[in-house]
């Protein structure tokens, strides 16, 4: 049993042993795990003793402030408990302008609503590809076969990278990321992950194309001086690897075991393409993927707690999105939810620069799958297993396909 | 009806244009909302509100030109 750590500062009522990663271990339904905190009655701000000690914050009205509230709220460190496969503040996530205002400056543009609407075809010819390859097979795990793939080959297309190197970056971003992975291990793809992105960098100044990994390196400050060193593009590169994979990869896995179960939603999604970016939206809120991590700059009472410099804080976006303050019949899944303010992507200068990628990825493989694969289901009941902590996922997820 | 935005509030998350098109739109740049029709009709009154309604960061402010209220956001949080 780890030490529990318990400063002065937390009064005894505000005590709650919680591991968020153990929480959301394991569960057909992570996310309805996370509002037994709601169920058990306990303190909407409290102090978990547990992974070295962390604030635990889950009201929408106070995730909205935290997110906004960059002065008294830091991004550094951005994981609880800290791994070591993350040495620096990485860029531009855990930094603070104005290095942050440079790397948005040079990312920004990429990202847009119009970059990202020229971007389509290049994202529904990695759907459409993945779904073919698996257009003659009666079952699959639509975790492995199919999300776990569909980000880094997006990743590779847009920074210009050869696209057999997809396995190799998929295995990479598994090892970094799954949470049951040796911690050498993490800490060796971490490594290993820089190395590909500095390369890749050092490689565009050589050989530019028409690709992110040029965009980047060639984006300038208004002064017309380059708005990133090749160190913070190394920075930016890794978060850019690691920030579209397990997001989108979780959030189709979410998507995809609803659709198993709805046959009537498929049908009406397939008829009405429309429909599909609300229904996406709706998703979004409802199987939030990430949990974030802010730490107190300095002293500070927030809503009635007293905080203390360099107290980690977790928000639990997934609870937040189902506050009854904000949302309508928040349990319900609303397909045509209009006003869904879900903060799956954060709020204020941190939120989500890919949120729109993102966005277009999720309509794109859901349109494309539902046009190709209109039938399919769980195989035998099986809702697959989750994986938990900051992002929150599936393992596997066994489908039976159904051929007309 | 008359629409303004604080551009240091927005983040630009864009779901404004999503929702209303006619009425916002995101820069080239920042991604930052940018008013296309700042005093629309009275047929887009509807979808300006939802376009603000559908700001996570609530930067967005519709008045009324008659009586000066505000319509969006309310008063008091939300």
């Not at chain 1, 531009?92 to 609503?113: I, K, N």
């Not at chain 1, 590169?237 to 709805?262: E, W």
């Not at chain 2, 700042?38 to 009586?67: F, H, K, V």
Request: hydrophobic content about 40%.
């Amino acid at each position: 049993m780890a030490t529990r750590v318990i400063p002065d500062h937390v009064p005894k009522e505000l005590i709650y042993d919680y591991d968020y990663t153990e929480a959301t271990n394991h569960k057909a339904d992570p996310h309805q795990a996370l509002m037994e905190l709601d169920e058990n009655g306990v303190p909407e701000i409290f102090w978990s003793p547990l992974l070295k000690g962390y604030w635990v914050t889950r009201r929408y009205r106070h995730l909205f402030e935290i997110f906004r509230d960059t002065d008294n709220f830091g991004q550094y460190p951005s994981f609880i408990p800290r791994s070591e496969a993350w040495s620096e503040p990485l860029i531009p996530v855990e930094v603070d302008p104005p290095v942050h205002t440079r790397a948005r400056r040079a990312l920004g543009p990429l990202v847009t609503p119009t970059a990202v609407r020229r971007l389509e075809g290049t994202i529904r010819a990695t759907a459409v590809d993945l779904i073919q390859k698996l257009a003659d097979r009666t079952e699959v795990d639509f975790v492995n076969d199919y999300s776990r793939q569909y980000g880094p080959a997006i990743f590779l297309k847009l920074m210009g990278l050869p696209l057999d190197r997809g396995p190799e970056f998929q295995n990479l971003a598994k090892t970094l990321l799954l949470t049951t992975s040796d911690p050498n291990d993490q800490i060796e793809a971490g490594a290993k992950i820089r190395e590909i992105i500095a390369n890749m960098f050092d490689d565009k100044e050589k050989n530019p194309g028409d690709d992110w990994a040029t965009k980047l390196l060639n984006a300038k400050n208004p002064d017309g001086t380059s708005a990133m060193s090749k160190k913070e593009l190394g920075s930016m590169g890794f978060v850019l690897f690691i920030a579209g994979l397990d997001t989108v990869m979780n959030s189709l896995s979410f998507s995809f075991r609803y659709l198993a179960k709805r046959p009537e939603i498929r049908d009406k999604l397939r008829a009405d393409r429309s429909a599909i970016p609300l229904a996406v939206e709706e998703m979004l809120r409802i199987y939030a993927v990430g949990n974030n991590v802010r730490n107190v700059r300095r002293d500070v009472t927030f809503n009635g707690v007293q905080m203390k410099k360099g107290d980690p804080v977790l928000m639990i976006n997934a609870v937040a999105n189902r506050d009854p303050e904000v949302f309508t019949d928040p349990q319900k899944i609303d397909l045509t939810r209009d006003n869904n303010l879900h903060l799956t992507f954060g709020a204020g200068i941190h939120r989500c620069a890919g949120s729109n990628l993102a966005r277009m990825e999720l309509c794109i493989a859901i349109e494309e799958w539902l046009s190709r694969i209109p039938e399919f289901h769980l195989k035998d009941g099986n809702e697959g297993l989750s994986i938990g902590g900051q992002g929150i996922g599936l393992l596997n997820l066994p489908l039976v396909l159904q051929r007309q | 009806m008359k629409i303004s935005v604080k551009i240091d509030v927005c983040s630009g998350h864009a779901r404004c244009g999503s929702l209303a098109p006619e009425i916002y739109d995101a820069d080239e740049i920042e991604g930052k909302c940018v008013v296309l029709n700042a005093n629309p009709p009275s047929a887009l009154y509807a979808q300006a509100m939802r376009g603000a309604r559908g700001c996570p960061e609530q930067a967005i402010t519709i008045q009324d030109d008659d009586s000066q209220t505000i319509l969006w956001p309310p008063a008091k949080g939300k």
